[in-house]
């Protein structure tokens, strides 16, 4: 058996979910669970439910003027999103 050097549990994940064809969609996953990092705990704290389906990030917010006021960022937000899992795999941010 050969040896070979050790590698990141992180570089390790990504390789396999690259061979098998989910890539993108582990980073959307991914860029689903950094909403709280985007938008704060303040925001997330009125955040009911998000989902990813397809290339689009739903989120139920419970706050109707906290929904009005991010539906006005909604296009900072998925780029911030982008930015943070390192690929364009959120076209848009939908808030119910």
């Known amino acids: 058996m050969k040896r070979t050097e050790p590698a990141l549990l992180k570089d390790i994940i990504e390789k396999a979910f690259t061979q098998a064809g989910e ?3 582990f980073l959307r996953q991914r860029a689903a ?3 709280i990092e985007v938008v704060g705990s303040g925001v997330n704290r009125y955040t009911t439910r998000r989902f990813v389906s ?3 990030l739903h989120v139920y917010i419970s706050s109707a003027s906290l929904k009005n006021e ?3 960022h909604r296009d900072s937000i998925a780029k911030r999103l982008n930015e943070l899992v390192g690929k364009d795999v ?3 941010v939908i808030i119910h």
């Open 70 to 72: 991010l539906s006005f």
């Open 23 to 25: 890539s993108d969609n």
């Open 54 to 56: 397809g290339d689009k």
């Open 33 to 35: 669970y950094l909403w």
């Open 90 to 92: 959120i076209s848009e």
